[in-house]
């Protein structure tokens, strides 16, 4: 079970060259449920996501989701019979400081600055141990608006979409 919610994001942390990031690309073979294929770095996975929850607003997102990994040459013939375009992305993986007990200490933001088709968009994931923290968290300053029940920003959706 994956829960997470996902901001739009108001700055750029100042350091962020200083975090470790990596180029991703993932393609959708299905969207219901969303099957995807990611190139991440050196590592190719297969990714089948069903989407749980309800689209409320201020909920987190619940997905169940189960990750197979691939060979670049299968990646590459799956790529083939993908539809919709790439994602492009560089995700920036930052440890969220001065997070208080019980909001999660040890939790990371998974920044992702778009590329491509959607040059410009950034948005900030972060995923939680259980629904009460993801619930109760209280977002850094360099984070916006919390766009967890916002289908328009679901990769899947972009990738077909935007």
């Keep these: 079970m994956e829960i997470e919610r996902k901001y739009l994001v108001r700055e750029l942390p ?3 060259d200083s975090f470790p990031h990596v180029e991703i690309e993932q393609c959708y073979l299905c969207t219901s449920p969303t099957v995807r294929i990611r190139r991440m770095g050196d590592a190719h996975i297969l990714t089948v996501k069903e989407n749980l929850s309800k689209g409320m607003v201020g909920e987190a997102i619940h997905n ?3 990750e197979f990994s691939l060979t670049a040459e299968s990646y590459e013939r799956l790529k083939s019979k993908c539809e919709g375009r ?3 992305k ?3 993986r930052i ?3 001065g997070v208080p007990a019980g ?3 040890g939790l990371t933001a998974e920044l992702d600055l778009f590329h491509g088709h959607q040059e410009g ?3 900030v994931e972060v995923e939680f141990p259980d629904t009460a923290s993801a619930n109760t968290f209280e977002p850094p300053a360099w984070f916006g608006e919390d766009v967890s029940a916002d289908h328009r920003y679901r990769n899947s959706y972009m990738a077909f979409n935007v």
Excluded: C, F, M
Aim: no cysteine; aromatic share 10%; net charge positive.
């Design 103 to 105: 909001q999660g200490w």
């Design 64 to 66: 169940r989701e189960e």
């Design 86 to 88: 790439p994602v492009l």
């Design 121 to 123: 968009l950034r948005l």
């Design 95 to 97: 440890p969220i400081q």
């Design 90 to 92: 560089t995700r920036y």
């Design 14 to 16: 100042s350091n962020l």
